[in-house]
């Protein structure tokens, strides 16, 4: 069973970078699928962050794309987020996710973790 | 703002049928398929449909989906009192973005 983990500070200052870490198991990324990031502020709805293949090709929300990076380590079958510049905006649940290929679904989730930008 | 418009929420009594509109834009919905997500309190999103009607193993065939030009419909019959949830539909844009809808708030009275 393919099973998603979350972790990074829960906290993060305004103007600085926010970065969290999937970890996947059950699955070898490096055998493909695409894996993504998607947020969800606190009571609002779901934003789509951007998707990673396993080879490194990225693409982003271009709402976000200034700020955002996706890069995979499959050495230790995981993949990770980084947020430049954030602000109060920011704070969200952020969920990570396997994707099925490029135009299909998010069919395994992670728990999500909560990351709050407050000085 | 969301890119995909759904009603913020909806009811309905326990063994009802109930249906959840889906609304997008012809470079969305219109030129992909849609995908439907259930979030039960507390919890991270769960996908319950797929490619506008396919349902992964395990969702039950009470739930049901459809997709007509720029629209989609979640149905579910036979409401129990686990479908209270949030439910989200999504696609993705031919930008290659993916964009949800606002949600749905699902309420079994």
């Known amino acids: 069973q393919v099973q998603l983990q979350e972790s990074g500070p829960g906290l993060v200052k305004p103007s600085e970078t926010l970065s969290l870490t999937c970890a996947v198991s059950g699955y070898s990324i490096s055998s493909g699928y695409y894996w993504g990031w998607i947020r969800q502020p606190p009571g609002k709805g779901l934003e789509w962050i951007g998707s990673?293949?396993?080879?490194?090709?990225?693409y982003y929300n271009p709402s976000l794309k200034s700020r955002v990076t996706i890069s995979v380590d499959t050495s230790k079958n995981q993949f990770s987020l980084k947020l430049s510049s954030v602000t109060a905006a920011d704070t969200a649940v952020y969920y990570c996710?396997?994707?099925?290929?490029?135009?299909?679904?998010?069919?395994?989730w992670g728990q999500g973790t909560l990351v709050t930008v407050s000085s | 703002q969301s890119v995909l418009t759904q009603p913020p929420s909806a009811s309905g009594t326990p063994g009802q049928r109930v249906t959840i509109s889906c609304s997008g834009s012809s470079s969305n919905i219109g030129s992909n398929t849609v995908n439907w997500y259930q979030q039960l309190p507390g919890t991270a999103p769960k996908l319950l449909i797929y490619s506008n009607n396919q349902r992964p193993s395990g969702v039950p065939d009470r739930f049901s989906g459809s997709k007509s030009g720029t629209s989609a419909s979640l149905a579910i019959s036979g409401l129990q009192s686990e479908d209270e949830a949030d439910y989200y539909c999504?696609?993705?844009?031919?930008?290659?973005?993916?964009?949800f809808g606002g949600g749905t708030k699902l309420t079994v009275l």
């Open positions: 990673i293949y396993h080879s490194g090709s990225t």
């Open positions: 996710a396997r994707q099925g290929a490029e135009w299909e679904p998010h069919d395994y």
């Open positions: 999504a696609a993705w844009d031919d930008s290659l973005l993916a964009v």
